[in-house]
């Protein structure tokens, strides 16, 4: 018998025993899963499909969805060979040895696939009726409807707002005056055009690496807008304030932004001060009223009131909930979209902020400059100017201030896929970098002293501020080091991980004067990754906190503490959503955050997770220090391979 027979016989659940021979055949060599033959041979059945190579490409539709992908493309070799790949947890189960994808099947007969597609009553085609099929057929791609329709949704909204016409034209004057006096220096060019940008069109994006002064241009920005606003006919300078939403994808972003931004406007004139106030910031999901993953309290029949909604963090933010934010605007409000399109995108399918950044000019968006004299597109590129009229403004100077730091330059080399590049600056150990070079899967002591030592220091702090009831101190701490991995599972994976750094906490903390918490899960000191959303008590999937001692510490009273250490929201551990001890976390989950110190341990150079928006997310989470653990071909791995997404987004619509 074959492995797979023996599987098969064995009652496998990762194989779909009873799907035609096709699909079982690409279910063994491990390119859809089991789970995706079922979704598409229930489709089939209710759609009288039986064509098995119809229900293959709808397998393989659902089975691209798991990697980040809208669509799949079934006219490209390259990327049908990446669903080969095998999964990380995060997304599914792997299929183990023997089942792995060692010989692929030979793919349909490509112009035969296409006409079985074409004539399949599961599928509609093109752009057109009918509205009530399961999947879609455009420009070469399969997508299943929902996709379709987000995707769709995206495209309509934000073309909208790129081609329609400029919003009430603010006094030129004015605008310009606002634009020299907030942002002064002539090598300001970009940051003005952002601002000028916003003040006159609907959507702007605004990317940028790390440092590069995004924040700064958004505070700048809102003072930039509320000023010109303040000088609308009919109304007194000053008086008349946009109202302002500040969100991003994650809590731990949000924080960031909100705190990041009133630093900013503290600094600006008085005047600008007092236009611009103390924005708030928040989740998208908590803006848009988050009721259920697919219900929200704002939508196209219920907009949002904001004048002005800024988003960072964009590259985050999957298709979906980028369509249900699109809709839930006013077709009026400016939109301006933050974020770093080099980072990884989110863990749902799209990766909205890359796709609008590299799209071609669309077509009936106004060209050139908006409004303000002050701002000229001379010093751009041809390529940037054909951006702007997308919307899209991207910040190249690096202003933070640590010239000593090698950080912002390893991300740099990460980000242009130079592999000597980055090594070389790994290799040199100095300016807050490190590399540590070993096998991860089997780690000798000596190799992680350093990391032992980061490790062991923030719990250290952690559980002594927890103890002591100091919520602001343990949030301090827990953000004080984090050791990041890329996989969920196995010698390298989160729980190994998280197991050995609270091995080596608890070691340093024990403290046999405080009760030993035996048996219950509420020990002080816990550091905490809340898994899943709860609207009412205003933690989201991805928050992470800390226990702290309430009150006098032999009460034995315990408080959840979340957020911003000048502001905690503390919870009652009865009220706490599920949750994780976060002693270690994915890049993924890391995103949004940052963390002084980082330790990243790479797996081995062949994980297919092994990506160069990994490595590049990771380093730019630290402040001050990163120290990457792994092979010299597990980074050179990493830089050579970029993210491969399927959308139809970059495209015009056939
Ligand atoms: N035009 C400018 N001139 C001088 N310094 C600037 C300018 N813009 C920003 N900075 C400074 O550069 C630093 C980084 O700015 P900022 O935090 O806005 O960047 P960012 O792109 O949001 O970074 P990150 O994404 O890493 O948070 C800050 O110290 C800020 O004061």
Redesign the pocket.
Known sequence: MTDTATAAADGDVRLAVDAPALLLEFNAAGLVAATDVHVATRLGRLTREEDPTVLLAVALAVRALRGGSVCVRLDDPDELATLALPEDADRGEPLGDGIGPAAPPPWPEHAAWVRAIEASPLVAVGTGDPQDRPARWVGGRLYLDRYWRDELTVRRLVDARLQAPALAPPGADRLDAALSRL?P?A??VR?RLAAAHAAGRRLTVLT???????????ARLLAVLQDVAGAAPGTAPGSAGLRVALAAPTGKAAA?LQE?VRD?VADLPPDDRARTGRPDATTVHRLLGYRSATRFRHHAGHHLPHDVIVVDETSMVPLSLMARLLEALRPDARLVL?G?PDQLASVEAGAVLGDLVARPPVAGAPAGPVGGAVVSEADLSPTEGDGVANGVVR?V?????DESSAILPLAAAIRDGDADAVLAVLREGTGGVELVEADTERLEEQAVAGLRDDATDAGRRLVAAARAGDPAGALEALTAHRVMVAHRRGPVGVARWAAQVEAWVEDATADTSVAAAVGTPWVVGRPLLVTSNDPDVGLYNGDTGVLVTEGDPSDGAVVAVFGDPRAPLRVRTHRLPPVETVHAMTVHRAQGS?FRRVSLVLPPPTSPLLTRELLYTAV?RAQEFVRVVGTAEAVRAAVAHPVRRASGLRDPLP
């Not at 940028?208 to 002064?213: A, L, R, V």
């Open positions: 942002f220096a090598g300001d940051q940028g690496g790390p440092g590069t002064g995004k924040t700064t241009t958004v960031r990041a900013v933050v770093d910040l100077t690096v202003h933070r201030q940052q730019t």
